[in-house]
């Protein structure tokens, strides 16, 4: 077992198998779950979308919570660590992440026959079920956008990536962080229409 917790890739392999062995369990002391119908679909996309939501959110939450305010206690001699080899591993996850949930969950909105009715916020239907999935589902649009055409881009400056002078990489830095912390103060209220969406009606 030692053998495969220190392997990141050999841990990884073995979550997914023994979810996957979980999942024919289910299946098989269980009523059909496994096929090709709507509701089996359904509930994959749904799992493939926590799981990237949890990486996205997760990495955001430890840029914002850990990383940022920790900067200024780390001498200066040990920061190209976080910024040439922590930050872009981070970020590469942090982007895919983000991309994963907005797709996994426009292809769940549609599998459950509420996308259109959620992406205009239930106007018209009187349903706040879509109002609330809705807003969810647009606020993690916002932050999927700011990741992908205001963070990274800022993002690759800010840790020399791309090459610009002293004043412009300080100012993506900047930008780069209001960014982050904007969908910080965003995920609280996009998590809370989701759960509320799921659970409240």
Partial sequence: MTNILQSLSKTVHMSLLIA??????????????????????????????????????????YFNFIQIPSMPNIPDEQKPAIGK???PRALFWFRWAALGTIITGLIVAYLQGYVHEAMTLGIGSDNPKSTAIGIGMWLGVI???????????????????????????????????????????????????????????
């Fill in 20 to 61: 996957i062995l979980l999942l024919l369990g289910l299946h098989y002391f269980g009523d059909e779950i496994i096929g090709s119908n709507r509701y089996f679909y359904s509930w994959l996309f749904r799992y493939l979308h926590v799981l990237s939501g949890i990486m996205w959110v997760g990495l955001l939450w």
């Fill in 85 to 87: 080899v922590i930050a």
């Fill in 143 to 201: 932050m999927a956008y700011n990741v992908w055409f205001v963070i990274w881009p800022n993002q690759k400056k800010a840790l020399g990536i791309i090459e610009c002078s002293p004043e412009e990489k300080s100012k993506s830095a900047k930008t780069a962080m209001l960014f982050s912390r904007a969908n910080t103060l965003l995920s609280f209220p996009m998590l809370l229409s989701m759960v509320a969406a799921q659970n409240l009606y």
